[in-house]
């Protein structure tokens, strides 16, 4: 449910960037693309420095590995769809498609439905879900902080309570 719901605000924000036809240049859309590229190897090197080494309940590290497991599954899934999505906007603005497109259509039919389907710039999906990516990182950062404390905490109760 969460994932529809983050879908749906990802197409929200797109269209509202193209309602508003708010410009979006190669250079805007590259340098959001490299921060998100920075943050990417981070969140998964933050992900795969946790150790279980002091940890002796196998439920425990079950269940954190788990977690871990599917953060990082999540990472990765999510910067494959931006780079496939970061490539494909950069090759149509190179061949420039869309504009002649647009105006091929234009000329020949009024209708708003087909001027707007045939219009729409995949680069304001591109945009909505860097965007996304970028805060959904940065979000994580905080949650992985927080397992990483909590983690801790555990091993420090663990380690009193056998002393």
């Known amino acids: 449910m969460k994932w529809l719901i983050r879908c749906i605000l990802i197409i929200i924000s797109s269209l509202i960037f193209f309602l508003l036809k708010i410009q979006i240049s ?12 920075v943050l990417f190897p981070i969140a998964l090197s933050q992900i795969m420095s946790f150790s279980f080494s002091n940890i002796y309940s196998k439920t425990v590290v079950t269940k954190y590995r788990k977690q871990l497991s599917n953060l990082r599954k999540t990472f990765i899934v999510l910067f494959s769809i931006e780079t496939f999505l970061f490539v494909i906007t950069i090759g149509i603005q190179n061949v420039d498609s869309k504009i002649n497109t647009a105006k091929e259509i234009s000329s020949k039919s009024k209708s708003i439905n087909t001027l707007i389907i045939n219009s729409f710039d995949i680069k304001y999906i591109a945009i909505s879900f860097i965007i996304f990516c970028i805060v959904y990182f940065s979000l994580n950062f905080i949650q992985l902080a927080k397992l990483k404390d909590e983690i801790e905490d555990f091993i420090i109760d663990t380690s009193t309570v056998n002393q």
Do not use: I, P, Q, W
Not at 27 to 37: E, H, I, K, P, Q
């Open 26 to 37: 190669e250079t805007v859309l590259s340098a959001l693309y490299t921060v998100s590229g």
